[in-house]
C-alpha cells in the first residue's frame, strides 16, 4: 500500500452521492429526521448538476389550474405515458412526480425561488407554458441561482456538504448499504465513507461520444456528468437499464449546445423554426388562452389522440429534412411582440447556460431577437431524458440493496422527468433513506481490501511515467460508441464494437500529473464502463424501438412488444454480465 | 489551445469565488494574493458559466467568457427594424 495517499474517513447516517437538483432536496428532507446527513458532490453544489446555472421550467400536476380545465392527475399522466414515451414508462413513478411535483415547487418558493409574478394573468400568480403535455404544465420561474439558495437552505439545516470529491466505489454487504469511496480531486486524498443509507443521485451520463463542435467542453449537459452512478452500481453489480438507447443528437443553437431550455424545443411564445424556404417547420407557439380558463372543459383522450395523429409535441427529424436538402434551419423570433420577446429572454436568461449567452449574443455578437436568426445546427449525441436510463429503482425508490436509493436522473423508467424527477424523487427518497437509516444502530465495517485497492490503483496511475493521458483514452472509447452504438446497430457490429472495447481496456494504462488529472482518468474509466453497458444493452435488445428511442437494429428492424415490452436491465455477477427483462406494465 | 476566460485585473479583486464554483475546476487561485485567477487548464471549459453568473465584480467587468470559433453562433442578420 502506498504511504503517500491520505485516507481520510467519514462517519455519517445519510449519504448523498452528487449534490445537483435531486441531492440537494435529498439531503433537506432528510434532515428534518434528526440524522447527521452529508452530500459528496465532485465539483460544488453551488454549481453543479444540470441545473448548475439555472433552470426555468418544471412540469407538475397544479390542481387550482388543471381542475378548472377539467384535465385531471390521471391526464398528466397518460398525456406523459402516450406522448412521450410511446407507452414505454414506469408508470408508479412517473405518478410520484406527477403527484408530487407541486408541493415541490411551493417548497421551493419556501427555500426563496421566487415561482409567482404581479403582472401573470394565471391564477397563483405563476407563469405556466406548454411543454410536453397537452395542456400547459410547466411552471417558469426564476431558477438561475436555484442551487445557490438549495446550498443555502442544506446548510442552514446542518447537512454537511463536501464538494471536489469524485465517489469511485460503493459497497455493501450481505445485502445492505456500507459506504463508498471517493477521491479529492484537488487534494488527491482518498475519502472513506461510512453510511447507513446512501442516496445516489449522479446524475446522466455524458461524454459518451465525440462532440459535435470539437470543442470539448461543448455538451448540452453538464461535461462533468460521464455516467459515474452507474459506472460505480454496474462495478458493484447493482443493475442498470435502458443503456441502449442513446440517441442521435438533436438539433438546436448546436454550436453553442443548449435548448435554450425551452419547452417544446424552441422557445414560446413566439418562436418558431424555419427551414430553406422561410415556411415554418416548428410554427409559432402561443400562450394558453388564460382569460377563458375553466369555460370549456378539454376532452383529453380526444387531444392526445390529434397530438398523436398529427405528429404535434414530437421533435422534427431535423437530420432527415436536412438530407432532404431541406435546411438550413433557424430560430426565428422576428415576428414576436415586444412583451412575447422580453419574456423569452428572461426565460432564456434563468435556465442553463442561458443568461450567459444571452451576454454572448449582445455584446459579443450584437445579436437582436427582433431582428436576427439564430441557426439552429445539429447537437452531439447524449443519453438524453428520453432513454431514462439508469438504476432499476421500486415505487419507493429502494434499489435490490437494502439502503440505496435512487433519485433524479440517475434512475431508469421515466422518460424526462428532468427537473421534476430531481424535486420529487430527490425528497422521497431524503425521507426515505433518513427513515432507513434510524434504524440501523451501527455502521458496517470498513470495506479494507476495497479501500486498499482504490489507494493502490491511485498511487498507481499517479506513479506511472509511460501511461496515456485521459484524453487519448476517452477519444478512443467515444469513437468505438460513436460508431457499433450508432444510429444503425446489428450484431455482427455490436459484437466487432465489444471486442474493440477490450482492447481499448488491455491497452489502458492511465497517469496522471496530479489529483485534478487523476479525476479526469476516473472519468473516463466511467466513461469506459458506460461503453460496455450501451454495448451489451444494444446487443441484447432483439428488436428495434424508434419513436422516441430511436433505437434501431438493421438486423431486427420491427418493435416487438409481444418479447420486448420491457426494461433490459444489465448486472454484473462474477465478472459476467447478468441480462434481464423487466416488464413495462 | 483556447482562451475561454478573460480576467481583466484592473477589476477583479482576486475573491477565487469562480476558482470556488468552477464546474470543471479549471481555475487556480493567483498565488499574488489580489490577483485574478490562473486558467490552469483552459481546453477544459464547459462553457456553463459558472464562473461568471457567481463573480461580485461582473458588472464592471472583471471577467468575460469567450466562446472558440466552432463554438460561436450562426447568425442571419436581419435588417434593423
Not at chain 1, 426565428?332 to 429572454?345: F, H, N, S, V, W
Request: neutral net charge.
Amino acid at each position: 500500500m502506498n504511504p503517500g495517499i491520505e485516507v481520510v474517513q467519514v462517519d455519517t447516517d445519510v449519504l448523498i452521492i452528487g449534490g445537483g437538483l435531486a441531492g440537494c432536496m435529498a439531503a433537506i428532507k432528510a434532515s428534518e429526521y434528526g440524522v447527521k446527513v452529508t452530500i459528496a458532490e465532485k465539483a460544488n453544489t453551488l454549481s453543479s448538476g444540470c441545473a448548475g446555472t439555472g433552470v426555468d421550467h418544471a412540469w407538475a400536476y397544479i390542481p387550482m389550474i388543471h381542475e378548472q380545465m377539467g384535465w385531471t392527475l390521471e391526464d398528466l399522466i397518460e398525456d406523459h405515458t402516450q406522448l412521450i414515451a410511446r407507452g414505454f414508462i414506469n408508470k408508479d413513478l412517473l405518478r410520484l412526480v406527477a403527484r408530487e411535483n407541486y408541493d415541490r415547487m411551493l417548497d421551493l418558493e419556501k427555500f426563496g425561488i421566487k415561482i409567482r409574478y404581479e403582472d401573470s394573468k394565471i391564477p397563483g400568480k405563476f407563469r405556466i407554458v406548454y411543454q410536453f403535455h397537452t395542456m400547459p404544465s410547466s411552471f417558469n420561474f426564476d431558477g438561475h441561482d436555484l442551487k445557490i439558495k438549495l446550498t443555502r437552505e442544506a446548510k442552514r439545516r446542518g447537512v454537511d456538504i463536501i464538494n471536489r470529491v469524485m465517489i469511485v466505489a460503493l459497497l455493501h454487504a450481505g445485502g445492505q448499504v456500507a459506504g463508498a469511496l471517493g477521491v479529492g480531486t484537488n487534494n488527491g486524498k482518498i475519502y472513506s465513507f461510512r453510511a447507513k443509507a446512501i442516496v445516489m443521485s449522479t446524475g446522466r451520463a455524458n461524454r459518451l461520444t465525440p462532440n459535435k463542435t470539437g470543442i470539448w467542453g461543448n455538451h448540452r449537459i453538464p461535461v462533468n456528468e460521464t455516467g459515474d452512478g452507474r459506472a460505480m452500481a454496474f462495478r458493484a453489480g447493482i443493475p442498470v437499464i435502458n443503456m441502449e438507447f442513446l440517441s442521435s443528437g438533436y438539433y438546436s443553437i448546436g454550436n453553442y449546445e443548449l435548448n435554450l431550455g425551452s419547452p417544446r424545443n424552441t422557445v414560446q411564445p413566439a418562436a418558431a423554426v424555419t427551414g430553406a424556404t422561410g415556411e415554418p417547420i416548428v410554427p409559432r407557439t402561443q400562450f394558453y388562452d388564460w382569460p377563458n380558463l375553466g369555460k370549456e372543459k378539454v376532452d383529453a383522450t380526444l387531444n392526445r389522440q390529434k397530438m398523436l395523429s398529427g405528429g404535434q409535441n414530437a421533435r422534427p427529424h431535423y437530420a432527415q429534412l436536412y438530407r432532404q436538402g431541406q435546411g438550413p434551419f433557424y430560430l426565428d423570433l422576428t415576428g414576436g411582440t415586444e412583451e412575447e420577446i422580453k419574456y423569452i429572454e428572461w426565460s432564456i436568461g434563468n435556465e442553463g447556460k442561458g443568461s450567459l449567452f444571452l451576454d454572448y449574443l449582445k455584446n459579443q455578437e450584437g445579436f437582436d431577437f427582433r431582428r436576427d436568426k439564430l441557426e439552429w445546427l445539429p447537437n452531439s449525441r447524449e443519453m438524453a431524458g428520453t432513454a431514462a436510463s439508469g438504476l432499476v429503482v421500486n415505487n419507493e425508490l429502494e434499489t435490490e440493496v437494502r439502503g440505496l436509493f435512487g433519485a433524479g436522473d440517475e434512475i431508469g423508467g421515466v422518460p424526462w422527468t428532468g427537473a421534476p424527477g430531481a424535486f420529487t424523487m430527490g425528497w422521497r427518497a431524503g425521507e426515505k433513506a433518513a427513515k432507513e437509516a434510524r434504524t440501523q444502530q451501527n455502521h458496517l465495517p470498513v470495506d479494507d481490501e476495497s479501500l486498499a485497492a482504490l489507494r493502490e490503483h491511485c498511487s498507481g496511475i499517479l506513479n506511472n511515467r509511460s501511461g496515456l493521458h485521459w484524453r487519448e483514452v476517452e477519444i478512443a472509447a467515444q469513437n468505438i460508441v460513436d460508431y457499433y452504438a450508432g444510429e444503425v446497430r446489428a450484431e455482427k457490429t455490436i459484437q466487432r464494437g465489444l471486442e474493440r472495447l477490450e482492447d481499448l481496456k488491455k491497452n489502458t494504462s492511465f497517469k496522471a500529473e496530479n489529483p485534478h488529472e487523476l479525476m479526469r482518468c476516473l472519468e473516463v474509466q466511467s466513461i469506459i464502463d458506460n461503453a460496455e453497458m450501451i454495448l451489451n444493452a444494444s446487443l441484447a435488445r432483439r428488436e428495434s424501438r424508434r419513436a422516441p428511442f430511436g433505437f434501431f437494429r438493421a438486423d431486427f428492424p420491427e418493435q416487438n412488444d409481444k418479447e420486448w415490452l420491457a426494461f433490459l436491465a444489465l448486472k454484473k455477477k462474477e465478472g459476467e454480465i447478468e441480462i434481464s427483462r423487466i416488464p413495462v406494465r | 489551445m483556447f482562451n475561454p476566460i478573460i480576467f481583466n485585473g484592473d477589476v477583479c479583486t482576486g475573491c477565487n469565488k469562480c476558482v470556488d464554483v468552477c464546474l470543471m475546476e479549471i481555475l487556480e487561485a493567483n498565488p499574488e494574493k489580489g490577483k485574478p485567477p490562473i486558467v490552469k487548464y483552459p481546453d477544459e471549459c464547459a462553457y456553463d458559466g459558472a464562473c461568471w453568473m457567481q463573480c461580485p465584480q461582473r458588472e464592471q467587468g472583471a471577467i468575460k467568457i469567450v466562446p472558440p470559433l466552432p463554438m460561436r453562433v450562426s447568425i442571419l442578420r436581419g435588417e434593423q427594424p
